[in-house]
C-alpha cells in the first residue's frame, strides 16, 4: 500500500496564479484533510471532509478550495496565490470515528514569489 | 492562550541519553493525547495514542499524560541519532467539527 501520497512534491508560483494539489489514498479512509505548515504556527487545518462529495472548512479556509469527488482523492486549489500562502502542505486521511488515527502524505512545498 | 503550547526546541542530547518532550494544553477536556514524529522534510508519522490519564509504554518510548496538571509527556530513553526529528503532540478537540490541535513541535537533535 502507498498510504497517502501527494502531488507535486515541490512548486514555484507568481503570485496570481492558481494551481491544485493532490491528494490520494488507498487505505478506504471516509475522512480526508488538508494543513498547512508554517515555522513556529504547528499544523493548521484548511479544510476536510468526511466523505466523498463533502466538504468543510477547517481554521484558516481563506483563499483555498476542495473538492472531495472520489473517495480517494482530495483535492486543493488556489485561485489566486499569494506570497502567504508560501508553504508546506499536508494531506492526511483517516477512519470515519473522530478519534481515528490520521495518517499523513509527505507533503508538497510550495512558494508563491 | 494557545490550546496546545510546546517548547520549539532546539534540544540537543549525545547519544544514549535519556529524552524527555513536553506539552500543556488549557482544555480539561481533552482525553485523547498523540505524538507524531516527523523527519526532515517528510510528513508526520503517529508515534504514540493515549487516551486519559497515565502511561503508555512501546519499546525505548513512553507516553505519560497528567491530567492534573494537564502536562503530556513523551520519554525516549537510549536515544539514539536516528530518533534526531521534530516530535509533535496533538490533542482532539471536543468539538462537533473533527479537528486534531497540535503543538508547534520540538526539534530534537540526537549526537552521536
Known amino acids: 500500500n502507498a498510504g497517502v501520497t501527494q502531488t507535486p512534491k515541490f512548486r514555484v508560483l507568481k503570485t496570481g496564479q492558481s494551481m491544485t494539489l493532490l491528494c490520494a489514498q488507498d487505505?478506504?479512509?471516509?475522512?480526508m484533510y488538508w494543513y498547512r505548515q508554517d515555522p513556529g504556527m504547528g499544523l493548521r487545518l484548511i479544510h476536510y471532509?468526511?466523505?466523498?462529495?463533502?466538504?468543510a472548512k477547517g481554521e484558516v479556509p481563506d483563499g483555498y478550495n476542495v473538492s472531495r469527488l472520489k473517495k480517494q482523492n482530495f483535492l486543493l486549489g488556489l485561485e489566486s496565490a499569494a506570497p502567504s500562502q508560501t508553504s508546506v502542505y499536508f494531506c492526511?486521511?483517516?477512519?470515519?470515528?473522530?478519534?481515528?488515527?490520521?495518517?499523513f502524505g509527505p507533503g508538497t512545498r510550495l512558494t508563491v514569489l | 492562550q494557545k490550546e496546545v503550547e510546546q517548547d520549539p526546541g532546539p534540544l540537543s542530547v549525545p547519544e544514549g541519553a535519556i529524552v524527555s518532550l513536553n506539552c500543556t494544553y488549557s482544555?480539561?477536556?481533552?482525553?485523547?493525547f498523540m505524538w507524531y514524529r516527523q523527519y526532515s522534510r517528510k510528513g508526520p508519522e503517529l508515534l504514540m495514542y493515549t487516551y486519559s490519564s497515565g502511561n503508555k509504554e512501546d519499546g525505548r518510548f513512553t507516553a505519560q499524560v497528567d491530567k492534573s496538571s494537564k502536562y503530556i509527556s513523551l520519554f525516549i530513553r537510549d536515544s539514539q541519532p536516528s530518533d534526531s526529528a521534530t516530535y509533535l503532540c496533538?490533542?482532539?478537540?471536543?468539538?462537533?467539527?473533527?479537528?486534531?490541535?497540535f503543538g508547534t513541535g520540538t526539534r530534537l537533535k540526537v549526537l552521536a
Open positions: 492526511a486521511s483517516s477512519n470515519s470515528r473522530r478519534t481515528d488515527t490520521q495518517y
Open positions: 482544555n480539561s477536556a481533552f482525553q485523547y
Open positions: 487505505m478506504n479512509h471516509e475522512y
Open positions: 496533538a490533542t482532539i478537540s471536543t468539538s462537533g467539527t473533527y479537528k486534531y490541535i
Open positions: 471532509s468526511v466523505g466523498e462529495g463533502t466538504t
